[in-house]
């Protein structure tokens, strides 16, 4: 089925520092979703991207999907402890009706 | 606000046990989703459903089955318990199409 990669598996930062999670996919995505789970949480929905380079903002994050609708990022700009949890994107591919999740990527901030 | 509610939040089965892990929402949604939460390989679709009685295997269906009978209820079911089944299980429910995904705050069940 499809596959979508998401990289790094574990980022560690300072408080402060930005930090960034990339998600590939082996084919062409109708759309992105990107969730944030707290430790001991479920995932929350952030944000969805549906066309070719759109690039949305919420606060200190920004979200991209890459021109060709294969990949994205999300990018947080001087991080903090709020920060904390794993980041998981998630797409359909065009002829799907379930979302496929990337493996997340777990951050963790020091104060 | 949305509200996906699983009927337990921790359960502990002996191994070869039937067991029922339930789901419900509250907001008319057709599309209802098991996932399994494991460390390092993130979230596996187990099954889905985009309408009452029907449904769909996901990545990984083996050992499981699904039951939905009403709209707002989607039933997760392990004929026969098996230590691998240990896991974090997580319900999702979502209008038809890219809509998001709202997540139950799911079940830890431990097979013994």
């Known amino acids: 089925g499809q596959q979508v990669m998401q990289i790094p598996q574990y980022q560690h930062v300072q408080e402060g520092e930005d930090f960034t999670t990339y998600c590939n996919s082996s084919t062409t995505l109708s759309n992105i979703q990107w969730y944030k789970q707290r430790p001991g949480g479920h995932p929350v929905f952030l944000i969805q991207?549906?066309?070719?380079?759109e690039v949305k903002k919420q606060k200190r994050l920004t979200f991209q999907f890459g021109e060709a609708k294969k990949n994205s990022s999300l990018h947080i700009t001087a991080t903090q402890t709020t920060d904390v949890g794993t980041y998981f994107c998630a797409g359909h591919s065009n002829s799907g009706y379930a979302l496929n999740f990337g493996k997340g990527t777990s951050l963790l901030v020091t104060p | 606000d949305v509200k996906v509610t699983q009927s337990s939040r921790y359960l502990v089965k002996r191994t070869g046990e039937k067991v029922f892990l339930e789901c419900v929402q509250d907001?008319?949604?057709?599309?209802m989703f098991w996932y399994r939460q494991d460390p390092g390989l993130g979230l596996r679709l187990i099954y889905f459903s985009y309408d009452v009685k029907m449904k769909e295997k996901g990545d990984i269906p083996e050992g499981y089955s699904v039951s939905r009978e009403k709209k707002e209820r989607f039933s997760l079911i392990l004929e026969s318990a098996s230590t691998n089944q240990t896991s974090m299980y997580l319900c999702?429910?979502?209008?038809?199409?890219?809509?998001?995904?709202?997540f139950g705050n799911g079940t830890r069940l431990t097979v013994t």
């Open positions: 991207l549906v066309k070719s380079g």
């Open positions: 999702a429910s979502s209008f038809p199409g890219y809509s998001p995904l709202h």
């Open positions: 907001m008319d949604h057709e599309n």
